[in-house]
């Protein structure tokens, strides 16, 4: 098998864990909007957030060390060593972290959780399993095990959605959907555990190069918390000004609209080390021809999802919410959905950047980003409400793009594609005439809308030569898997 087309099957397996993960997630938005109030919907919003912000931080960027050191480690013992060195060390700082979180638990229910004190007892033993989870789920990228991987992910969106629905249809509200993502959290560590043991085995760690894992994993964490600012951080300026029924209206939205980044999460995964490869063996033909081919996959469906998820905004989140939430936040979605057509396509592009290792630049303009984003968070969200939220994350996914783009194309390693996007903005266009035209009102419209779009779309894209044969057969091999 030649390695593009390992490449674009992998790209295709990725692609459809997370098309499938989100699809998962989005089943339960209508499970908890429809049955329980808004402001307790609001504290679900919130207890993601927290987990989202917490472990990144609390593991102090080393699980992305297995990734970087262990990926060459074939020796058994050498294994153990660097695996059990690293768990250790997170179980410490994140059992560190849970514990001053159940200490203060009355405060964080108080500010954060609308004084559910037994929800915020429950949030620190979901960050202690966060933590761990993410430690076997990068060593089986480490292996190579892309199947394992894709399957505890969905494994874990598929327990999370049972058993919170569960609870949720008994009338246990926020507190029995927070009590069913513990118990999927636990499921899924032990499963994952389980392999982890039969792949490596037992040892106890040595610590001989936990200093090479510090001085690679430290300098991520400007990197994680800046990007949990620009992502999350607008959901407590919500709560805090506005309350959490607010974060609640505008969740939904922003959830619709970020549907974008599904589409760079695959390339994001795997780019990484087949760019490098290619730019340390000077390969600079297939390094540009694999960076083309991967921005136009990104493009050639980003572009028209987000004219299609903008229009269809209001439609979708009656279906999925209720109307309240709706009429109150539809307007969240086209933001969003711009926001992270450019963030998805930076992280695409910004692969030059880190084969160059510049990633410095990376961290100096995500952190930029991220305070101006915090800053514009606490003036605009109280003058103009949560749709002062999505603005703010519009400009800095804006000013994060400019940067990126800038610097990366610099070097000269890869041009854009001016005419195909020139092609599918103009095949977008012509596609939202129709959906607006249409203007779906339930399901079943949605989904022949939907229909109606996308081959429209494609028709008009294949018309005007927007791809061509040899692209055409490494998308086909993203799908042939």
Do not use: C
Not at 391 to 408: A, D, E, G, Q
């Amino acid at each position: 098998m030649t390695e593009h087309k390992l490449f674009a099957q992998r790209i295709g397996l990725i692609g459809l864990t997370y098309v499938l993960t989100t699809l998962i997630r989005i089943l339960l938005v209508p499970i908890l909007t429809k049955n329980m109030p808004i402001e307790e919907y609001g504290i679900w919003v919130q207890v993601n957030a927290t987990i989202g912000l917490v472990p990144p931080i609390v593991g102090l960027g080393l699980p992305f060390a297995l990734v970087r050191f262990l990926a060459s480690t074939e020796d058994r013992k050498d294994l153990q060593e660097g695996f059990y060195s690293i768990s250790f060390v997170v179980l410490l700082t994140s059992g560190i972290v849970s514990l001053l979180f159940l200490i203060f638990s009355k405060t964080f229910a108080t500010i954060l959780f609308d004084n559910n004190i037994k929800v915020a007892m429950i949030i620190p033993a979901i960050i202690l399993l966060q933590s761990l989870i993410d430690l076997p789920m990068n060593l089986f990228r480490v292996f190579q095990k892309i199947k394992r991987h894709s399957f505890f992910l969905i494994l874990d969106m598929l327990f999370t959605v049972s058993f919170a629905s569960y609870f949720i249809i008994l009338g246990q509200g926020v507190l029995g959907a927070v009590v069913g993502l513990l118990i999927s959290k636990i499921l899924v560590f032990s499963g994952m555990m389980i392999f982890v043991f039969k792949e490596i085995g037992f040892g106890f760690p040595k610590f001989l190069n936990l200093r090479k894992y510090f001085n690679f994993s430290i300098p991520l964490l400007p990197s994680n918390l800046s990007n949990w600012i620009i992502n999350s951080s607008d959901r407590y300026v919500i709560t805090i000004f506005l309350g959490t029924a607010f974060a609640g209206y505008f969740t939904p939205g922003y959830t619709v609209g970020s549907l974008i980044l599904t589409f760079a999460t695959p390339l994001s995964f795997l780019l990484p080390p087949v760019l490098s490869k290619y730019y340390d063996e000077r390969k600079f033909n297939e390094f540009n021809k694999v960076l083309k081919y991967s921005t136009k996959y990104y493009l050639l469906i980003a572009i028209p999802s987000v004219f299609g998820l903008s229009i269809l905004s209001k439609t979708l989140l009656t279906i999925l919410t209720t109307p309240e939430i709706a009429n109150i936040g539809y307007l969240i979605t086209p933001y969003t959905a711009v926001s992270y057509l450019l963030y998805g396509l930076q992280g695409i592009v910004g692969n030059i950047l880190v084969v160059e290792n510049k990633t410095r630049i990376i961290g100096i303009i995500m952190s930029v980003s991220a305070v101006v984003n915090l800053v514009l968070n606490i003036l605009v969200i109280p003058l103009i409400g949560i749709n002062g939220a999505a603005l703010t994350t519009l400009i800095s996914f804006i000013i994060i793009f400019v940067v990126v783009l800038y610097y990366s194309l610099k070097p000269k390693l890869f041009t854009f594609d001016i005419n195909f996007i020139i092609k599918s903005l103009l095949a977008s266009s012509l596609m939202s005439l129709v959906v607006i035209y249409l203007n779906p009102a339930n399901l079943n419209n949605l989904l022949f809308t939907v229909g109606i779009g996308a081959a429209l779309y494609f028709g008009i894209i294949f018309s005007l030569n927007g791809i061509n044969k040899e692209e055409i057969k490494f998308f086909r091999r993203i799908v042939s898997k």
